[in-house]
């Protein structure tokens, strides 16, 4: 019996790609192959291959996003925006997509295709799907490196990518920004260094991005995964929906995150949630005096079911000139992109072309 195997490297599991493309045949009847791998399609998100697939003699060309596993609904939203910065149809290709998994990309419109010849693919001339289908076998490896992944490294690697100076700082700074043990610091940056995702080295100064946009989409992926479940999420409602209007954060140490982050970064976005993000107390006898003070003045309601929802804040950065109490852009991208909402999605977008792209251009 054969067996199909997760790779832990997105760049090995591209071998498998011919595979899956022979799958789809024995399923569909529908042809393909793979065309280029690591194509260079735009400035930004670059996609690990470039799929054609054929019928009736019209070809059909995919840029191709390679994920060792999709089990978490907040990958698809991630995927979903990658493809929205390029102007070719794009397609997810993983070992297995399960049944589930299936009915999510279809509601969101997302083409996929697995080893065990599973797929989506809609569009003008080319009907598709295709789910059930079992892989004869499923081994199960790591999905890469601990240090790449835990909460902890997703604390750094914010921090990093918020001020990208930290780079190069002694490593205390790192560790007042991110609250981390000192002795992560270093795990983390041999990991970045392994993966290349960074270069140089502290002493000298010269320590750089080297794939910052990758990286920024592996933090978006796993945030909502690996680190949003450990920030102590309370939940609240309001009787007026319009409070957050009036509401002043100043002097909490809090920050307005997910949708009304949106709606101040872009005023594009009407808020039908409310995410806050706000500062641990550090006096432990007293753990919820900036939350007690938020709900005194806004007469907010514990209700595990309410739209407000509070977490703490994992991060302890200036806030911004223009934005200061607002999550930094690539939080409230993050949160957006975990929604699956198409409207989330949308103006996730647009957070990401008005304040994170250039950023990331000039690291």
């Known amino acids: 019996m054969a067996t199909t195997t997760l790779i832990n490297d997105e760049r090995h599991l591209l071998d498998e790609l011919g595979r899956a493309l022979d799958a789809l045949e024995r399923t569909t009847g529908v042809k393909g192959r793979v065309a280029t791998l690591e194509p260079k399609v735009g400035k930004g998100y670059r996609p690990d291959a470039l799929i054609d697939i054929q019928v009736e003699g019209k070809k059909h060309r ?70 059930g289908e079992k892989p004869e076998g499923l081994v199960t490896t790591a999905m890469g490196p601990k240090g790449g992944g835990t909460a ?73 995964i690996k680190l949003r479940p450990k920030l102590n999420a309370r939940r609240f409602r309001a009787a007026n929906p319009d409070w957050w209007k009036q509401a002043d954060l100043a002097g909490l140490h809090a920050y307005w995150g997910g949708e009304i982050a949106a709606h101040r970064l872009t005023n594009y976005l009407k808020p039908a949630t409310c995410t806050i993000y706000i500062e641990p107390d550090q006096n432990k006898a007293e753990p919820t005096r900036a939350l007690a003070r938020l709900v ?68």
Not at 96 to 106: G, H, M, N, Q, V
Not at 177 to 205: C, M, P
């Open 296 to 363: 005194a003045a806004n007469r907010l309601r514990a209700d595990p079911e309410g739209d407000i929802e509070v977490l703490d804040a994992f991060w302890y950065l200036p806030p911004t000139v223009a934005y200061p109490d607002v999550v930094p852009p690539i939080l409230a991208y993050a949160d957006l992109i975990a929604t699956l909402d198409p409207r989330n999605l949308e103006v996730a977008k647009l957070i990401r072309e008005q304040h994170i792209d250039n950023a990331f251009a000039k690291a």
């Open 62 to 131: 995919y840029a191709v996003e390679a994920k060792t596993r999709v089990d978490r609904l907040a990958i698809l939203g991630q995927v979903r925006a990658q493809f929205a910065q390029i102007d070719k149809r794009g397609i997810l290709f993983a070992p297995y997509i399960t049944a589930a998994i299936a009915k999510e990309c279809r509601k969101l419109e997302l083409a996929f295709l697995d080893i065990a010849g599973n797929a989506y693919l809609h569009e003008t001339g080319l009907h598709v799907y295709i789910t």
């Open 152 to 224: 902890t490294a997703l604390r750094i690697v914010f921090a990093l990518m918020c001020n990208p100076e930290l780079l190069n700082a002694p490593y205390r700074e790192i560790v007042e920004a991110a609250n981390v043990a000192l002795g992560a610091i270093g795990r983390v940056f041999d990991d970045l260094e392994k993966r290349g995702y960074i270069a140089g080295r502290q002493k000298k100064r010269n320590r750089r991005f080297l794939e910052p946009m990758r990286l920024f989409e592996e933090w978006v992926t796993n945030y909502p």
